[in-house]
């Protein structure tokens, strides 16, 4: 019962909880039972909380997460491009309530990994048997770009009053008006992210400032679905031709922006923009680097079979901030982590064998409202090395030069798998 | 001006080059031996281990569902077997997106799966 009084852990999980397992003491394996912490209620910590109770009801979850509602990225550039509005991609944790997950909507400070037990902002403290953490994604700001710039100069890589506030500077932008994207550094999250949110804008300025124009200023030398994107710019905006409506610059060395005048200075030439949207490089979620979760790097190295990590026992780590290649960035594969952390998680409470992991990816992106394209992959682990790996075979990208029947029924799955997948996380 | 407009052009032959390689004869023929390769995973994955995955776009209800992807919980097993078949050998009608997942799964990795949902309750 390392550092806790029961007043101050009723206090932080909001009362009422079953004690079971603080009060009888702490121990790694048993019939059943334990309490597991989980830090962050986006996708990959939803996910895994509900997950946990569906597998073995008999296992306390105490999720931590600051916010009452998630905004889910996926969506929120169908948000900057007019075809949705905010509410509809706003998600509440009222359905893991319901599967007993107890919801604490508090900040977590401080892990400690020996006493094995977390600090909340609010004051109160809790132990765990196991913790699993998934804090998504920090910024590094620099390159003139600060949080306090942010504040005017929208990244909208978080969802929320940032994607609102692109979407508005969009709509007062005037006809004519150039609207300017720099793309992050490889790894980040959502690698389709900056050519689907190019695409919505693409689609928005079409219908409304055909005049305007839109340059991607990108470090990168290629970009995820580069070709199936190209092929519906082409289609759809020009691309290539006098009159493209999106300008696609590629391994651009960004050396600054001015953020009065909203100038991107690159090694060659300015650029000066009416609306600019820079997304910054980024790392693991600050309470993973804290902890000593990512070691000396910016992201945190797991075991693929558990997700616990390689540097500290009894933490396991999912989402963005894991370093789980070859799966990437998204929201699909942190859903599916967190479903193998889970299940691995209970046999661990259990002391029994961990099952064989199996993984999905599918990141889908609209070109339009009705033109969607995809890239799919099958993992598994490779019992040579104990790595994560591609299922040989599997997977790939949306056919090229597909009619338009496959491009629309993309575009439907798209939006259909926006709806399963929120269900299956928050539901 | 705009100094940059070379690197466009660069981008835009760069990106002729992607789609071709990715749709051209050498790619074809890549595909195609993937085809008879794929599926060789060291350990096969329980059903549920496979089912939770398919979680994420085939809703597990149909109950409120106004989506496009179908719902497979409660389908008859053989029916997805006979469907997952098709996807993996590349003989399915109507293919989107099945055709690139299912060739991820061993034969007896479809049978658990396909028994997974079957007995699944909608
Ligand atoms: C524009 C855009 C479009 C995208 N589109 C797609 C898409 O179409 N498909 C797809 O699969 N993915 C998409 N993604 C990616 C997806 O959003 C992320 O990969 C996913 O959110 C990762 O989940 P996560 O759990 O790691 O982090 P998040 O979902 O970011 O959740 C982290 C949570 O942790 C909480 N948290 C952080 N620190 C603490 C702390 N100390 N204590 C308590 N709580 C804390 C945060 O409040 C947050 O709610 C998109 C991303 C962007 C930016």
């Not at chain 1, 939803?46 to 109770?53: E, G, L, M, V």
Request: hydrophobic letters at 40%.
């Amino acid at each position: 019962m390392a550092g806790i009084s029961r007043r101050d852990f009723i206090r932080a999980a909001g009362g009422g909880v079953a004690l079971g397992s603080l009060l009888f003491g702490v121990s790694n394996a048993r019939a059943g039972g334990g309490h597991v912490v989980v830090i962050g209620g986006g996708f990959g910590g939803a996910t895994a909380a509900k997950y946990i109770r569906l597998i073995d009801p008999t296992v306390e979850v105490t999720l931590i997460e600051p916010a009452k509602t998630y905004v889910t990225c996926p969506g929120s550039n169908w948000v900057i491009g007019g075809l949705r509005k905010i509410g509809q991609i706003t998600m509440t944790y009222d359905g893991l309530k319901r599967h007993g997950v107890k919801v604490v909507h508090d900040m977590v400070t401080h892990v400690d990994p020996d006493k094995r037990s977390v600090k909340l902002k609010s004051g109160g403290t809790l132990t765990y048997d196991r913790l699993v953490v998934s804090p998504g994604i920090d910024f590094k700001w620099g390159k003139g770009y600060t949080e306090a710039v942010s504040q005017a100069i929208p990244h909208a890589w978080k969802a929320g009053p940032q994607t609102t506030l692109l979407r508005k500077q969009l709509e007062a932008m005037p006809d004519g008006g150039t609207f300017i994207i720099v793309p992050p550094n490889n790894p980040f999250r959502c690698p389709p992210g900056p050519a689907e949110r190019i695409s919505m804008v693409a689609h928005y300025f079409k219908k409304h400032k055909p005049k305007a124009k839109i340059i991607a200023l990108d470090p990168k030398g290629k970009f995820s679905k580069q070709g199936l994107f190209i092929e519906g710019w082409k289609k759809l905006y020009g691309f290539g031709t006098e009159n493209s409506m999106i300008d696609y610059h590629q391994t651009v060395e960004i050396e600054e922006i001015d953020p009065k005048t909203r100038t991107v200075v690159t090694g060659v030439d300015e650029f000066k923009a009416d609306v600019l949207n820079f997304i910054p490089d980024q790392k693991a979620g600050a309470i993973a680097r804290a902890t000593g979760l990512a070691g000396d790097g910016d992201w945190c190295p797991i075991d693929g079979r558990t997700f616990e990590s390689t540097l500290i026992k009894g933490i396991h780590v999912i989402g963005d901030s894991s370093i789980a290649k070859p799966l990437p960035k998204s929201g699909f594969a942190a859903n599916s982590e967190a479903k193998v952390c889970a299940a691995a998680v209970v046999a661990l409470l259990q002391d029994r064998p961990v099952p064989e992991p199996s993984w999905v990816n599918t990141c889908y992106s609209l070109v339009a409202p009705d033109y969607g394209i995809s890239v799919a992959m099958v993992y598994e682990i490779d019992h040579a090395t104990g790595k994560i790996a591609k299922v040989k075979g599997s997977g790939g990208l949306s056919p090229a030069d597909a009619p338009q029947k496959v491009r629309k029924n993309e575009a439907l799955y798209a939006q259909s798998w926006w709806m399963t997948i929120t269900a299956d996380t928050w539901g | 001006m705009n100094k940059h407009k070379k690197s466009v052009y660069v981008a835009v032959a760069l990106s002729a080059a992607y789609v071709t390689a990715a749709c051209a004869s050498p790619e074809a023929g890549k595909t195609a031996l993937k085809a008879q390769a794929s599926a060789h995973r060291s350990v096969d994955a329980s059903g549920e281990a496979i089912g939770r995955t398919c979680a994420g776009c085939h809703a597990l209800s149909k109950k409120n569902y106004k989506g496009f992807v179908p719902v497979i919980a409660g389908m008859e097993k053989d029916k997805i077997v006979e469907k997952m078949k098709a996807f993996k050998a590349g003989t399915a009608k109507d293919v989107t997106i099945m055709d690139r997942i299912a060739k991820g799964y061993s034969d007896a990795e479809i049978e658990a799966v396909a028994a997974y949902y079957a007995k699944m309750k909608h």
